[in-house]
Structures are given as C-alpha cells and as structure tokens.
C-alpha cells in the first residue's frame, strides 16, 4: 500500500495540513497530536517525497555539523554531542549532515559547502574559538545557527556552560580535601572556554590564599596522552603537585595513567580531577572526580533553539549560561580526619 499524508491523516483523525506541518516540525502543531503523527507514519512506513518538498519549501530540512580541527570522531565529548543534536534533528523532522574533522581553511570551507550549497537550513557549531570565523562567516550571510559556547562576540545565540564557576568549585573542593599544592592542563587557548576555565582555577586559588605557580600550569591539548605526557612534567617537579585539575576528562584520565605509571595511588598520593562528566568518568579505576555538563541535552536544546530561529519563531532567550555540577567521586580522595 502507497501511504500518503492523506493516510496518515484518516487514522490520526486530523487534516492534511496538520499531518504535513508536525512531520515538517512546525511548531503550531499540538506535540502529543505531533508524536501521535510520527508514530503512525512510522508504523506506516511512510516516506516522504522529498525532492518535492524542498522544491515547495525551498528547505532542505537538514542540519549541518562539521567536527571541528581539535576533536576526533572518537572523542567521547562528540559522540555525545552527536548523538544529543542527532536524536532532536529527528524528532523535529530533520536529517544531520556531519562532515568529518577538517585542519585549518579546509573547515570554514566544509561550512561554505554547506551553507552557499544550500545543502541546509541551519548549522550547529561546537567547540568555538575565542575569534571564531566560523561564526563570523555565518553571521555575514545571515545563515542560521547555535553555538555551543561563549566567543568574543556577545551577539550570537549560544548555549554555555559557566565553566569558571565549575573550575572555582573543583579548587574549593580539593581546598577542602586537604591540598594546596594544585596544578592545572589547560585546554589549547585559541579555544573560547581555556580562558573562563583557567580563570576559574586563577580565581579559586586566590579566593584561598593559594599562590600562582607557572610550572603547576602545563598546556595540552584535550587528548588522553597530552595529559598523560603533562602529568609527568608534574609528577617530575622537585616539588609536585598533590592534586592535578585537567580542562577535560580526556586529559584527567591520561594523568591518571601518569600517576599509576610512576606507582602512585590515584586519590591517595595524587588527587584527579576533570570536567565534562563522559560517560568513561564513572568507569574509570578509581572514578573520575569532574565537573558535569549535560552534554546529551544541551545537544537537545542547540537544536531546538536552532529550529525555532530556522522558522522565525520568537526565542526567549538566545544566550543560555547554564550552571554546572560538581559531581565528587573516589579520585579525588577523601577529607582529611578532622
């Protein structure tokens, strides 16, 4: 049997135009009368004619993502992104087109082949740079987007997590844990988030009569051996640190390695601590003290904001600051007996 939108609105009892609006992710359409739609369509088998409704709509019903120069297909932070703006694309009605990691030029011209191609409606961009041209190449075509993450430009619709106040709330706690000797692996700087993350840290140890040490402050570059090879710098110090604060779980995992490697216990002899809350976070030996952001939802909420801009709704608010969440597990030790 042919399933048509007209087969689709016989059974669910409601018009054409209601059937054709929630599969297009229209958002006028009632959502429990929307998920009953898609049920039934899918149930149905139903496929759409779509080189049809692109010609009608001058839409593609697709959102871009390119995977940017400093993160791999394998990072469990984009898996989670991913899956996160995958997952809502579809229940709005529209596909994910990801194109793979790119260097230099060659991703802002992954973001020209999908933009002036008119291969889709609106884009997600992750991972910003503090001077983004990504963003900056966007704006200047008026071409729909959400960003995860704060740059130098206030105007953009973002949605962020305050990752100076999560880094405060690390140092306070291993404050409270006993240590003062805390180091810190930044994130590369060109990135948006290094500067409010490090300051966080800067902030806590001074909130705590803590001093600035510059060889406590080792660069990485959010891979697991980068903080494994900055670990050691640390461990080697004639002085070392007694807790080690990464910029990423990637990086607090590769230190722990680094802790194991020279016989030291992690939360014993060396406190670990990072910031995203992935999912290995849990399953690491000891788990992993971090700073928690839903990545999985904030994938869900960049692509809804991003929908409702791609189809002129008003948004209420455009620039979300969310608050993190200090999640304290076994790497981080215990309190000291008071």
Request: glycine share 8%; charged share 20%.
């Amino acid at each position: 049997m042919h399933v048509t939108l007209k087969t689709i609105a016989e059974e669910a009892g409601v018009s054409i135009t209601t059937v054709s609006r929630a599969l297009a992710g229209y958002g006028d359409v009632n959502e429990q009368t929307r998920r009953r739609i898609i049920e039934i369509a899918e149930r149905l088998g139903y496929q759409p004619n779509l080189a049809a409704r692109h010609l009608r709509s001058k839409r593609t019903y697709t959102i871009g993502m390119v995977i940017p120069r400093t993160a791999h297909y394998s990072d469990p932070f984009f898996m989670e992104l991913v899956a996160g703006v995958g997952k809502q694309a579809s229940e709005h009605g529209y596909d994910l087109l990801l194109s793979a990691q790119m260097q230099g030029e060659e991703e802002l011209s992954a973001y020209r082949r999908m933009v002036a191609g008119g291969r889709v409606d609106g884009m997600i961009v992750a991972r910003v740079l503090w001077q983004d041209p990504r963003i900056a190449y966007l704006r200047q075509v008026y071409h729909p987007f959400v960003a995860f993450g704060r740059t130098e430009d206030p105007a953009h619709p973002y949605i962020d997590v305050d990752g100076a106040e999560g880094m405060y709330q690390l140092v306070a706690h291993l404050v409270e844990y006993g240590h003062e000797r805390i180091a810190l692996i930044q994130s590369p700087r060109e990135l948006a988030f290094t500067a409010d993350r490090c300051g966080g840290y800067r902030r806590g140890l001074e909130a705590f009569d803590l001093p600035y040490r510059e060889e406590y402050v080792i660069q990485g570059n959010l891979t697991r051996h980068s903080g494994r090879l900055a670990a050691e710098k640390l461990l080697a110090l004639p002085t070392p640190p007694s807790a080690i604060i990464a910029c990423n779980d990637l990086m607090a995992l590769g230190a722990s390695e680094a802790v194991h490697a020279r016989g030291l216990r992690v939360g014993r002899d060396v406190a670990i601590a990072g910031f995203d809350d992935i999912p290995e976070a849990t399953t690491a030996t000891p788990p992993l003290t971090t700073v928690r952001q839903p990545i999985y939802g904030i994938g869900h909420r960049l692509v809804d904001m991003l929908v409702r801009l791609m189809q002129h709704e008003e948004v209420d608010n455009t620039q979300v600051l969310l608050q993190p969440e200090l999640v304290i597990r076994a790497s981080s030790g215990t309190p000291p007996t008071r």
